[in-house]
């Protein structure tokens, strides 16, 4: 079983920026996987919020996409995420996956089906 560590989550002003970190206990597994981001505000679905395959290939939801960028060291086994311009929208419980193959669960942009999670780490934005 995999396990991932996710690190980098707090508070920012609105316009700030924060990076997130998630390391996965498998280097293989990072390297291969499709890697993705997800997150989750209280009374709201979770939602995918960027990807990277295996070939380095990314995604992103539209609601971040040009503010947020998602970089993977196969190296580390580390994926990151990089939030820039942030909002109070984007305040949630944030969530790093690692799931086999490439393929979006619906409203997702990359890493569906079945995969490992990591615990979450909170991020939160204030206006």
């Known amino acids: 079983q995999v396990q991932l560590v996710e690190s980098g989550g707090g508070s920012v002003e609105a316009g700030g920026s924060l990076t997130l970190s998630c390391t996965a206990t498998?280097?293989?597994?990072?390297?291969?996987?499709?890697m993705g981001w997800f997150r989750q505000a209280p009374g709201k679905e979770r939602e995918e919020v960027a990807a990277?395959?295996?070939?380095?290939?990314?995604t992103y939801a539209d609601s971040v996409r040009g503010r947020f960028t998602i970089s993977k060291d196969n190296a580390k086994g580390t994926v990151h995420l990089q939030m820039n311009s942030l909002k109070p929208e984007d305040t949630a419980m944030y969530f790093c996956?690692?799931?086999?193959?490439?393929?979006?669960?619906?409203?997702?942009?990359?890493?569906?089906?079945?995969?490992?999670w990591g615990q979450g780490v909170q991020v939160t934005v204030l206006s």
């Open positions: 996956k690692t799931a086999p193959s490439w393929g979006p669960d619906s409203g997702g942009v990359g890493c569906g089906g079945f995969g490992y």
């Open positions: 498998s280097t293989l597994t990072a390297r291969n996987d499709c």
């Open positions: 990277i395959d295996a070939d380095l290939s990314t």
